[in-house]
């Protein structure tokens, strides 16, 4: 289990990270109307690194998402329970939203698996959940730095009776505006309430 680190860029805000998802969240900034815990004024920018998308491109987190919102989560294909659960709740609540506004906002997976997340395994996973994400693998030696800019940490965890291992990371769903700072974090949260945070964030 990887231990408590403050979220970069959130003034205090604490993050508790695993995949397992059998700790519960610090966070003490005012939520105010939103369902998640909104970061009044900004957090952290999206990291400006350059991975490879499902299809073998290049995308750049920073300069590529061309919608006024992004929502973006690190998890991994084999991830036993939580991180398809997330993604899910992400895409059902894109889904929801009015159709006006519904592709305001991209949607984001990062491996923290690069290993056996390549872009084929990525674009066969993200077939059965939702083909409108982004995925995104490359270089734990890129993935780490980014992920860790945004207070995700991300370790290798225990070993599985298959030979198999899980990966510990942070099981945070971030939001971020059109200026590319972090806005608002999601934990925990249903669909619903992420649809209207994902409103929220698509008209500031």
């Not at 003034?11 to 369902?35: F, K």
């Not at 030696?141 to 225990?158: C, F, N, V, W, Y």
């Not at 608002?184 to 209207?196: H, I, T, Y």
């Amino acid at each position: 289990m990887i231990g408590r680190r403050a979220l970069l860029g959130l003034g205090g805000v604490v993050l508790l990270a695993g995949c397992a998802g059998d700790d519960e969240p610090v966070a003490t900034v005012e939520q105010g109307p939103w369902n998640g815990t909104h970061l009044d004024g900004g957090g952290a920018p999206l990291p400006d690194v350059t991975l490879t998308d499902q299809n073998g491109e290049p995308y750049n987190l920073a300069t590529d998402p061309d919608t006024p919102a992004v929502a973006l989560f690190f998890g991994y294909t084999n991830c036993p329970d939580v991180c398809p659960g997330i993604m899910a709740d992400m895409a059902t609540a894109k889904r929801r939203l009015p159709e006006d506004v519904v592709d305001d906002i991209t949607l984001i997976v990062v491996t923290t698996d690069p290993a056996r997340d390549t872009p084929e395994v990525l674009k066969e996973y993200l077939a059965r959940v939702d083909e409108s994400f982004i995925g995104l693998t490359g270089s734990l030696d890129d993935i780490k730095p980014a992920a860790l800019s945004l207070g995700i940490d991300i370790a290798e965890g225990k070993q599985l009776p298959s030979g198999g291992y899980e990966v510990d990371h942070g099981s945070y769903v971030l939001g971020f505006g059109e200026d590319r700072t972090l806005q608002v974090v999601w934990n925990g949260l249903s669909a619903g309430q992420m649809r209207d945070d994902y409103a929220r964030l698509i008209a500031v």
